[in-house]
């Protein structure tokens, strides 16, 4: 009973905070939502953003980098399947056709940071610097979220773990 109650006054604080710091970016024909990165150990030296990029115009658009001061070095990654392993790996650019929403998410494309010189706390959040083609440059902020899986489970309820982390990213809207 008081376990019920719990969770749903933390699902109240998590809707409402929600609600109050809801975040997304227009540029041009692009509509950034949600930027977000996983809380990492205080000694950390990287870590990792996501977001999804909704393209309303005809023309495809590309990411081609991001910058953050608070990484020294920025890099467009995917995650893969090698060998029945998940791997990241560096990407030259990530692409967002027409009239579509590319998503950058836990287990797939993501913006690494490495060489933090800050590590950022649960609930706050940094400045993230995002290059376009033909959008050009956007300035997003990122929400440090609750790591909710850890990157080194490996591949074994790695689905159920991601459809978690959606979960929570919607009831943060
Ligand atoms: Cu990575």
């Known amino acids: 009973m ?11 604080a998590l809707l409402t905070s929600g609600l109050a710091s809801a ?6 024909q692009l509509h950034i939502d949600h930027p977000w990165s996983k809380e990492v150990p205080p ?7 996501f977001f999804s990029v909704a393209n309303h115009g005809d023309q495809a658009d ?22 029945g392993m998940m791997k990241m790996r560096q990407v030259k650019d990530i ?17 690494m940071m490495f060489n933090l010189k800050s590590v950022p706390k649960l609930g706050e959040t940094f400045p993230l610097t995002l290059y376009f ?25 790695e689905d159920a773990h991601n459809h978690h982390s959606h979960m929570n990213h919607d009831t943060m809207h």
Not at 23 to 28: D, K, M, N, R, V
Not at 102 to 109: F, H, V
Not at 135 to 148: I, M, N, P, T, Y
Request: net charge negative; aromatic share 4%.
């Open 2 to 12: 008081m376990k019920t109650l719990k969770s749903l006054l933390m699902a109240t």
């Open 23 to 28: 975040h997304e970016f227009e540029a041009g």
């Open 43 to 49: 000694m950390s030296s990287v870590a990792a953003a």
């Open 62 to 83: 590309t990411l081609l980098r991001a910058e953050s001061p608070i990484a020294g070095k920025v890099e467009l990654h995917e995650h893969a399947h090698e060998n």
């Open 95 to 111: 692409q967002v056709a027409a009239h579509a929403t590319q998503m950058l998410k836990p287990g797939g494309y993501h913006v």
């Open 133 to 157: 083609q033909h959008a050009g440059k956007v300035e997003v902020e990122v929400k440090v979220e609750k790591a909710d899986y850890n990157m080194a489970s490996g591949h074994s309820g």
